[in-house]
């Protein structure tokens, strides 16, 4: 254990302009320089509790309009039942399965939407977190409300008690079906979840044992999805009512039992504290400080709202070691570029097609797992896909995804796919008056500093100020929007700009 126990406040005499920016990096998905003002005016401890403090509205986010249950039992039997009269059910199937793509697409449309306009940007980026770490995918759960409701859960629960987070995940269709809680039955219990929720969820590996996982196993049993309302139900003939040890602990133990055992384990703490820190501070977090944060986490009893609290007021948080050392994930840089650059977020075709190229797919991750984040989320072809897509939300030019022709190749039909999808992602060029006003458009400098002030936490160093003011100065005195917005692109074509 750390000698100390709590972290260091921030003086007040270092809360300035580029902490409040720090701030709304990394506890949201940036702000504008009038965002950054009015958080700095605001004094410190104000602005960390409008962000952990959001009202109880801001939870009750209207879901997409496809986003309530279906009957899926009466869905399959009427598929089965084209089969059985054999009628072309394969039909029947497509038509499902491009209902179900084309709500994952609307699903990730919206969450974004929540990222870039909603009114509580740490309750979203809390909301990512959690779905990072109860990693979840709909390649196998095949149900975008199933999606939705997770998405939902984790969003009630985002700065609540991880027990009941905990709990509520493990009743949750999504995680059921994902790791097969399901069909664990009291003759033959399945261990995916059981395992999971140690070695992913909340202790971490080394801290339980294979005995563990087997009772933990057994305590499972009897969890259920109810296909027509596409609930939780409990099947008490289908649990295990023998008696069970795990940790030291013996008895017919349940799953709440065993989520009870876990939470109060010393290691449960330092994985969540760890993950915690990785996710808002850096990348590497030193062991004294995960110790600190574990310890804060015991003392809140396990409450995120007010752990949160204290890392964002933290002089740790904001060290010269911290700001502006981490990169920027997939969905951090499409949400926060959109911002800065006053601009509507990509469409949802052209948004999906960027996570897919940066590593970062909502409601998609590679593995129960979840990202691996930091400098996994840069390599040469995401670097390059990232300027790329930067001059896409910057001058309108579509970027296609991935195997479909850019033009007609031996014959109409991939071009025509191709040709629509283009359609749905093509956009107007941003508007640069919004950015750079008329007034200093003929002071290269000027325009400069207000556009650095605007799309970099620090102030890049003279090198770089001076290459964007000698590209000004070769374009003459006349400023066009069209040049504005090569000055824009350039600019976010250069490493500092990945970086938050």
């Known amino acids: 254990m ?15 302009d ?38 109880s509205y801001a939870a009750n986010v209207p879901p997409p309009a496809w986003a309530r249950p279906r009957n899926i039992q009466a869905q399959r039997m009427a598929i089965k039942a084209a089969r059985d009269r054999g009628e072309n059910f394969r039909n029947k199937v497509r038509q499902v399965k491009m209902m179900e793509g084309d709500e994952i697409v609307d699903l990730r449309r919206w969450w974004l939407d929540r990222m870039l306009n909603g009114p509580a940007p740490l309750l979203e980026k809390m909301t990512l977190f959690w779905h990072g770490h109860f990693a979840t995918s709909i390649q196998k759960v095949r149900d975008a409300y199933w999606m939705w409701l997770q998405n939902d859960t984790l969003r009630r629960n985002a700065f609540g008690n991880f027990s009941v987070l905990v709990k509520k995940i493990s009743r949750d269709p999504a995680m059921m079906i994902y790791l097969d809680l399901q069909q664990s039955r009291q003759e033959r219990p399945n261990e995916n979840w059981a395992r999971e929720l140690m070695e992913l969820f909340t202790v971490g590996i080394g801290n339980y044992t294979e005995q563990d996982i087997r009772e933990s196993a057994r305590a499972f049993t009897g969890y259920r999805i109810d296909m027509t309302t596409q609930q939780f139900r ?12 795990f940790m030291g602990k013996t ?24 993950k915690l820190w990785r996710f808002f501070v850096e990348d590497d977090p030193r062991k004294e400080i995960v110790d600190v944060v574990a ?12 752990v949160l609290r204290e890392i964002f007021t933290s002089a740790e948080f904001y060290s010269d070691r911290v700001m502006g050392g981490q990169i920027k994930s997939p969905v951090q840089f499409i949400v926060q570029t959109s911002k800065l650059l006053d601009a509507a977020p990509p469409s949802p075709v052209a948004a999906q097609n960027a996570m897919r190229q940066t590593g970062q797919i909502l409601f998609a991750p590679p593995n129960v797992k979840g990202w691996d984040g930091g400098k996994e989320w840069i390599s040469t072809s995401t670097l390059l896909f990232r300027y790329n897509f930067a001059n896409y939300l910057i001058n309108g030019d579509a970027i296609l995804p991935p195997n479909i022709p850019q033009r007609r190749q031996g014959g109409d039909a991939g071009f025509g796919r191709a040709a629509q999808i283009a359609q749905q992602i093509r956009r107007d060029p ?28 620090a102030r890049p160093g003279h090198k770089e100020i001076d290459t964007f003011v000698k590209f000004l100065e070769t374009r003459g005195p006349d400023t066009t929007d069209a040049t504005l917005r090569e000055l824009v692109h350039l600019m976010m074509s250069t490493p500092q700009f990945q970086l938050a």
Not at 2 to 16: E, G
Not at 234 to 243: S, W
Not at 252 to 273: M, Q, S, W
Not at 295 to 306: D, F, Q, S
């Open 2 to 16: 750390s000698s100390i126990n709590m972290l260091t406040p921030l003086p007040d005499s270092k809360w300035n």
């Open 18 to 55: 580029a902490t409040a920016a720090h701030l709304l990096n990394r506890a949201g998905f940036g702000g504008t320089p009038a965002e950054v003002e009015r958080t700095r005016q605001k004094g410190l401890t104000a602005a960390v509790r409008d962000l952990v403090e959001a009202k």
């Open 234 to 245: 409990f099947a008490p003939f289908q649990q295990d009512h023998g008696t069970k040890t």
């Open 251 to 274: 008895g017919n133990l349940n799953g709440d039992d065993i989520i009870d055992v876990l939470v109060r384990k010393p290691a449960c703490a330092e994985f969540i504290g760890r």
């Open 295 to 306: 310890e804060r986490i015991r003392a809140h009893n396990l409450e995120m709202r007010p």
């Open 430 to 457: 941003i508007d640069v008056g919004k950015l750079v006003p008329t007034d200093v458009r003929n002071n290269p400098r000027d325009v400069v500093d207000l556009l650095v002030k605007r799309f970099f936490q």
